[in-house]
């Protein structure tokens, strides 16, 4: 008879599966299990030192006819191999000081704009946030990067949906209870809102700013080096956003070369740590700018990788820098 050997349901009634004895509840934050259940990961703060990222290794995807480079929003045709050899010393450059480095996994969808990894996604203190980029050239780049991230444990906790389009370039950290967007051709009000409601359950608050008509990512306006230092790009950068630094303690300082930064990238930097950036060479003015403040500067060269309109702050999407030791 089915059935006939099976424990009756009285007796099994007091065991683990009903809550029982051997019963173990889960008592932990999804925060706490970070680095546990889930890989290290979440960010909270602009400077706190690096520790993880994620980037893609240029591929036979960058080769692109030369009547298509705008249609694929390049400023000119690259070398694909100057462009391997600046990227490979990118990432021997992080791996020296001590940040741990991952690919994107290759993909039958791989396109040349997944070469900028940072705006593909932005970590919270919790996980991962997806982008859903603005243009037609790269919608769909977000699935390929939600494959990686979840092959890696590191939670995706929003997938933007409706109308919504965000790039992760557009959002930063004042500190562990204030996250800033920026609103322009990237990142539009309807996800401003769905991202403001996740971050709320948090405990964050979110403050949206409006960006000048021509520009591209948030990160290209204003970048914090440390907890009482950020730089600021004159005349670009919202007026009440550079109020709320000043008002919080910031030293608040202008570029030092706008040429440099114009042509050469010399404010797509990345922070390694509290007053320690890596940036392009060839820009000895920016350079002696920072160095005169004590910043530690590590010059890598992206003579070749910029064509692409980007540098190591564009193709470094930030996993995990160090923990204020906030629990939510």
Same mark, same amino acid.
């Given at each position: 008879?089915?059935?006939?050997?099976?424990?009756?349901?009285?007796?099994?009634?007091?065991?683990?599966?009903?809550?029982?004895?051997?019963?173990?509840?889960?008592?932990?934050?999804?925060?706490?299990?970070?680095?546990?259940?889930?890989?290290?990961?979440?960010?909270?703060?602009?400077?706190?030192?690096?520790?993880?990222?994620?980037?893609?290794?240029?591929?036979?995807?960058?080769?692109?006819?030369?009547?298509?480079?705008?249609?694929?929003?390049?400023?000119?045709?690259?070398?694909?191999?100057?462009?391997?050899?600046?990227?490979?010393?990118?990432?021997?450059?992080?791996?020296?000081?001590?940040?741990?480095?991952?690919?994107?996994?290759?993909?039958?969808?791989?396109?040349?704009?997944?070469?900028?990894? !940072? +705006? &593909?996604?932005? #970590?919270? %203190?919790?996980? *991962?946030?997806?982008? $859903?980029?603005?243009? /037609?050239?790269? @919608?769909?780049?977000?699935?390929?990067?939600?494959?990686?991230?979840?092959?890696?444990?590191?939670?995706?906790?929003?997938?933007?949906?409706?109308?919504?389009?965000?790039?992760? !370039? +557009? &959002?930063?950290? #004042?500190? %562990?209870?204030? *996250?800033?967007?920026? $609103?322009?051709?990237? /990142?539009?009000? @309807?996800?401003?809102?769905?991202?403001?409601?996740?971050?709320?359950?948090?405990?964050?608050?979110?403050?949206?700013?409006?960006?000048?008509?021509?520009?591209?990512?948030?990160?290209?306006?204003?970048?914090?080096?440390?907890?009482?230092? *950020?730089?600021?790009?004159?005349?670009?950068?919202?007026?009440?956003?550079?109020?709320?630094?000043?008002?919080?303690?910031?030293?608040?300082?202008?570029?030092?070369?706008?040429?440099?930064?114009?042509?050469?990238?010399?404010?797509?930097?990345?922070?390694?740590?509290?007053?320690?950036?890596?940036?392009? *060479?060839?820009?000895?003015?920016?350079?002696?700018?920072?160095?005169?403040?004590?910043?530690?500067?590590?010059?890598?060269?992206?003579?070749?990788?910029?064509?692409?309109?980007?540098?190591?702050?564009?193709?470094?999407?930030?996993?995990?820098?160090?923990?204020?030791?906030?629990?939510?």
């Amino acid at each position: 008879m089915v059935g006939e050997s099976a424990r009756p349901l009285a007796d099994s009634f007091g065991t683990a599966a009903y809550g029982g004895n051997g019963w173990s509840p889960r008592i932990r934050t999804h925060k706490q299990e970070l680095g546990d259940v889930w890989a290290d990961c979440g960010i909270d703060s602009e400077w706190r030192p690096l520790k993880t990222v994620l980037v893609h290794r240029p591929g036979r995807e960058m080769k692109i006819p030369e009547d298509k480079i705008n249609d694929f929003q390049f400023a000119e045709i690259l070398d694909l191999g100057l462009a391997q050899a600046e990227h490979d010393d990118m990432v021997e450059m992080y791996r020296k000081n001590r940040v741990d480095v991952h690919l994107l996994e290759p993909n039958p969808g791989m396109t040349p704009n997944q070469l900028y990894c !940072a +705006d &593909l996604f932005a #970590m919270t %203190p919790q996980g *991962a946030i997806l982008a $859903r980029p603005a243009s /037609t050239v790269r @919608a769909g780049e977000e699935r390929w990067v939600a494959r990686t991230l979840a092959n890696m444990g590191i939670p995706v906790l929003k997938v933007l949906t409706g109308t919504a389009t965000f790039e992760g !370039a +557009d &959002l930063m950290w #004042m500190d %562990p209870g204030t *996250a800033l967007i920026g $609103r322009g051709l990237r /990142t539009n009000q @309807a996800a401003i809102d769905q991202i403001t409601t996740l971050l709320s359950e948090m405990g964050i608050t979110t403050l949206a700013f409006d960006m000048p008509f021509g520009t591209m990512h948030f990160m290209g306006m204003f970048r914090v080096v440390d907890k009482d230092l *950020a730089f600021f790009w004159p005349r670009c950068t919202p007026y009440s956003l550079v109020n709320i630094f000043q008002d919080r303690g910031y030293q608040i300082l202008p570029l030092p070369d706008l040429d440099e930064a114009r042509h050469n990238m010399a404010f797509n930097f990345v922070v390694l740590g509290p007053r320690k950036i890596m940036l392009a *060479a060839k820009n000895p003015r920016s350079l002696a700018f920072y160095t005169s403040l004590g910043i530690e500067c590590i010059c890598i060269p992206v003579d070749e990788l910029r064509k692409a309109n980007g540098a190591m702050g564009c193709m470094t999407g930030i996993l995990c820098r160090e923990a204020t030791g906030i629990q939510v």
